[in-house]
Nanobody, 125 residues
Framework: QGQLVESGGGLVQVGGSLRLSCAASTATFTTYHMGWFRQKPGKEREFVAA????????DYAESVKGRFTISRDNAKNTVYLQMNSLKSEDTAAYYC??????????????????WGQGTQVTVSS
């Protein structure tokens, strides 16, 4: 089985930007839908963004629309999450996820089969 490895987390001030990366260990993931979730302390993991394997469909949580952008580079087996205008409430552990089945919108009850280990994002005021 392949692995997903996130990077790019860190400490940033309110209003700042970060770009998270998720590198897949095999090219198999180029045919997978990819996404990002986050988990705040004491809270359940929540959906942040997703992108279809073809790149034609993107979906975002309402709380990040207009601020976050998901993208993928299949030649590098990598998916990105560009986070701009960060708020303190964006502080969380961010997880990359993948599945052959969609897991956003009408399919949000379906959780991805593959997960990365997570990367911490802390937004300070």
């Amino acid at each position: 089985q392949g692995q997903l490895v996130e990077s790019g987390g860190g400490l940033v001030q309110v209003g700042g930007s970060l770009r998270l990366s998720c590198a897949a260990s095999t090219a198999t993931f180029t045919t997978y839908h990819m996404g990002w979730f986050r988990q705040k302390p004491g809270k359940e993991r929540e959906f942040v963004a997703a992108m279809s394997w073809s790149g034609n469909i993107r979906d975002y949580a309402e709380s990040v629309k207009g601020r976050f952008t998901i993208s993928r580079d299949n030649a590098k087996n990598t998916v990105y999450l560009q986070m701009n205008s960060l708020k303190s409430e964006d502080t969380a552990a961010y997880y990359c996820a993948a599945d052959v089945k969609p897991f956003w919108g009408a399919y949000s009850d379906s959780k991805p089969d593959y997960w990365g280990q997570g990367t911490q994002v802390t937004v300070s005021s």
